[in-house]
Nanobody, 125 residues
Framework: QVQLVESGGGLVQPGGSLRLSCAAS????????MGWFRRAPGKEREFVAG????????DYADSMKGRFAISRDNLKNTVYLQMNSLEPEDTADYYC??????????????????WGQGTQVAVSS
């Protein structure tokens, strides 16, 4: 089993930045592809970014490209999401997820095996 704990959320002004972290414990973190998802109020959960187990492949939703960056440190069992140029539309609960799939990171939430509890991000002036 894998436990995932997100941190780093908060309130930020438009144009600001935040870095989310997701710490993993339990099963070998380095064997999991990792993803970030978000759920905005009144909306479905959506894919934000994903990274392969070794970190060599990264994928982003179109609206996040150039603003967000996913990375991981397998020695620290942690995955990160650097978010820049934040917009009010980025307000959401952000979740990290682990996928036992050995290939490229996937985009569908039902494909992921492990989930954190989420961290709240609010972008407002």
């Amino acid at each position: 089993q894998v436990q995932l704990v997100e941190s780093g959320g908060g309130l930020v002004q438009p144009g600001g930045s935040l870095r989310l972290s997701c710490a993993a414990s339990g099963r070998a973190f380095s064997t999991l592809a990792m993803g970030w998802f978000r759920r905005a109020p009144g909306k479905e959960r959506e894919f934000v970014a994903g990274i392969s187990y070794g970190g060599g492949t990264r994928d982003y939703a179109d609206s996040m490209k150039g603003r967000f960056a996913i990375s991981r440190d397998n020695l620290k069992n942690t995955v990160y999401l650097q978010m820049n140029s934040l917009e009010p539309e980025d307000t959401a609960d952000y979740y990290c997820a682990g996928d036992r799939w050995p290939g490229v990171p996937r985009r569908q939430d039902y494909q992921y095996d492990y989930w954190g509890q989420g961290t709240q991000v609010a972008v407002s002036s």
